[in-house]
């Protein structure tokens, strides 16, 4: 077991967890942002920069501050390790520039994509980015690519978190993706525009943490914060496949099915494609009920859950109390 | 007798004081009198009356004749909604839902639909309203639709809402709503400035493209 102290707070993890895990352990308040790390995908993580931390005390034995900021879902923790996440200014700072680097070539078309209101990179530039944009040169573009009937690559939106490729890496078998080219030309690919055919190739929309990856059966139906989450399973013939997932109403319609995420915005269990493509009718699943969302989030706006009507009185009764 | 409710009366306790309950000190007591031999005349009463009629006859109206004569209206009035289009004539409007959502009477619905080849020259983005529909009755022109818009499409002119004989008519589509291609159906919004842009306010512009 080793002492960590996060932001003040102390805990003790098992040897060899992550500063990001232990983080993610105390509580969503003291959690460094993640857009390329998930739990769920082994070797994720270490691209994307949003975890850095400030090591203050690299251990009991040698309390020396380390010398950089470090990737939190890199490094592991050391008995007695001192780290600075949301209390260091250097750490803020390094982040605003983070996400300026990421915003660099992400077009800011949120009003057409369908990831607004779900999209990590919007909350990281919300909570941790500036207003104002310091270049006015082009943006990066690319020849778009169709990778099928199901699923909408935007590769200007890509921000080459490689999730997806860990996705097809370890949850499909048998890889037709990856990341072509190199440094600023590298691109989201299919080799030779292979069409994606795999049973479980559609999870690389929900883990995508920006709109680069998109359901084509959703595209431009409506937004997310119009739609009515709901918890449903069904006994899916595929093994793998955990059969439970969330269903987006838009009045009686099923708009789009994805996996159920947990507060780190990763999916809990992975879902086939036949889940999620291709049963779109209520009598497919069994209904659990409404999915809880976060209230501060956009997608629980204008959602009258849990609200109590307020009593209606009659004339008399009105009367009755005024008089 | 004629007062009823004198002061004494109102100060010393009596059951019917006591029910009632008094919430200002303002209330005036009124104490009725018999009336005197001139005020029984009614006359000067009368004449006193006519004078104030006359004297309005050649004061200046308060009142215009709308429609023909039109009063100013302040720059900041919130009249009819309006979808622009962009110089080139195609639409603003991407139908992000940005408006819809942030619609406190919830007056907005919106369709999308994605532009075809083609269309380019009437819509600006890939994405398009293909419904785009006010509920006039809803609206309450608070003007957060035109705050909340990141395209600038949406905007409160300073036209007057007309009248209408059914319900199904306050609903404005978009065949109301977008401004015509030609000059002539322009309507101009370069007096409105959105909340983030008067002076005095905390909130920096976003960055719009």
């Known amino acids: ?323 | 007798m004629h007062g009823l409710l004198s002061l004494n009366n109102l100060n010393t306790p009596n059951t019917k004081t006591e029910s009632t309950m008094q919430l200002t000190n303002r209330s005036k007591v009124v104490v009725k009198h018999d009336l005197n031999w001139l005020e029984k005349l009614y006359l000067p009463a009368i004449f006193s009356g006519l004078a104030i009629t006359i004297k309005h006859l050649f004061k200046k109206s308060a009142t215009v004749r709308y429609p023909e004569e039109k009063r100013e209206i302040a720059s900041v009035y919130r009249g009819q909604h309006v979808l622009k289009r962009d110089d080139k004539g195609r639409e603003n409007c991407t139908a992000c839902g940005l408006c819809a959502v942030a619609c406190p009477a919830e007056a907005i619905s919106i369709e999308a639909a994605e532009r075809k080849k083609g269309e380019e020259n009437l819509y600006r983005e890939e994405k398009y309203a293909a419904k785009y529909e006010i509920n006039m009755l809803r609206c309450i022109y608070c003007g957060l639709c035109e705050d909340a818009c990141p395209k600038d499409a949406i905007y409160l002119s300073d036209r007057i809402v007309p009248t209408a004989f059914t319900r199904g008519n306050f609903i404005y589509g978009k065949d109301i709503l977008v401004e015509g291609i030609d000059a002539s159906g322009r309507v101009d919004v370069s007096k409105r400035k959105k909340n983030y842009e008067m002076e005095g306010s905390p909130k920096q512009p976003l960055i719009n493209k």
């Not at chain 1, 009991?60 to 490094?75: F, G, I, Q, W, Y």
């Not at chain 1, 048998?174 to 190739?201: C, K, L, P, W």
């Open chain 1, 1 to 323: 077991m080793a002492k960590v102290t996060i932001d003040g707070i102390q805990i003790d993890v098992p040897d060899g967890t992550t500063i990001l895990n232990a983080a993610r352990m105390i509580g969503p308040d003291v959690a460094p942002p993640t857009m390329c790390y998930y739990s769920k995908l082994k070797t994720s993580g270490g691209y994307c920069r949003t975890c850095l931390v400030e090591v203050t005390a690299g251990s009991e034995k040698d309390p020396r501050p380390m010398p950089k900021l470090v990737a939190s879902c890199r490094t592991t923790v050391m008995d007695g390790m001192v780290v600075a996440n949301n209390t260091s200014a250097k750490v803020k700072d390094a982040r605003a520039g983070v996400v300026e680097f990421l915003l660099l070539n992400h077009p800011l078309d949120c009003p057409v994509c369908d990831q607004a209101g779900e999209c990590h990179l919007q909350d990281l530039s919300y909570d941790h980015g500036n207003y104002k944009t310091r270049t006015d040169f082009e943006r990066r573009t690319f020849e778009k690519i169709d990778i099928g009937e199901k699923i909408q690559l935007h590769m200007t939106r890509c921000i080459l978190c490689y999730r997806c490729v860990k996705t097809a890496e370890q949850i499909t078998d048998g890889r037709v993706h990856g990341v072509i080219n190199r440094g600023d030309h590298a691109e989201i690919s299919t080799y030779i525009e292979q069409a994606i055919d795999n049973d479980f190739s559609g999870n690389v929309i929900d883990v995508c943490p920006v709109g680069a990856l998109t359901d084509k059966t959703f595209r431009f139906k409506s937004r997310v914060w119009f739609t009515k989450p709901v918890d449903a399973h069904r006994n899916c013939e595929n093994e793998k496949c955990s059969g439970k997932v969330v269903l987006w109403y838009q009045g009686e319609e099923v708009l789009r099915v994805t996996g159920r995420k947990d507060q780190w915005g990763e999916v809990e269990e992975f879902i086939c494609n036949t889940c999620r493509f291709d049963k779109k009718q209520t009598s497919d699943w069994t209904i659990e009920g409404p999915r809880k969302i976060n209230r501060h989030s956009v997608i629980s706006a204008n959602h009258y859950m849990n609200m109590v009507k307020p009593k209606e009185f009659k004339l008399n009764e009105i009367k009755q109390i005024t008089e």
